[in-house]
């Protein structure tokens, strides 16, 4: 069973970046697809990003192209998600996950969380 850890989340001015890290415990971390995802109070848990296995694909709901990039690196069993241009719409708690299946955007496809890392946006 992997642990997941992220780290990185703060607060930042609409415009401004900020960068997440994911920390797995698991050596089998190149064998998951894994994922960002992000929930607003009162809100549902939505896909803000997914990378495959090697890092050759990656995957982005619309609301987040082209200002996130989400990376791996195998070496040392993390993931990012750089965040650019953050808009307030952007807040939330920050969630990253782990699957044994295929790329998907649903989190009920991921098995395995982390406790997530705030990021607010102030206007």
């Known amino acids: 069973q992997v642990q997941l850890e992220e780290s990185g989340g703060g607060l930042v001015q609409a415009g401004g970046s900020l960068r997440l890290s994911c920390a797995a415990s698991d050596r089998t971390f190149s064998s998951y697809i894994m994922g960002w995802f992000r929930q607003a109070p009162g809100d549902e848990r939505d896909f803000v990003a997914a990378i495959s296995r090697n890092g050759g694909s990656t995957y982005y709901s619309s609301s987040v192209k082209g200002r996130f990039t989400i990376s791996r690196d195998n070496a040392k069993n993390t993931m990012s998600l750089q965040m650019n241009s953050l808009i307030p719409e952007d807040t939330g708690v920050y969630y990253c996950?782990?699957?044994?299946?295929?790329?998907?955007?649903?989190?009920?496809?991921?098995?395995?969380w982390g406790q997530g890392t705030q990021v607010t946006v102030s206007s």
């Open positions: 996950a782990a699957s044994r299946g295929t790329v998907s955007d649903a989190s009920r496809r991921y098995d395995y």
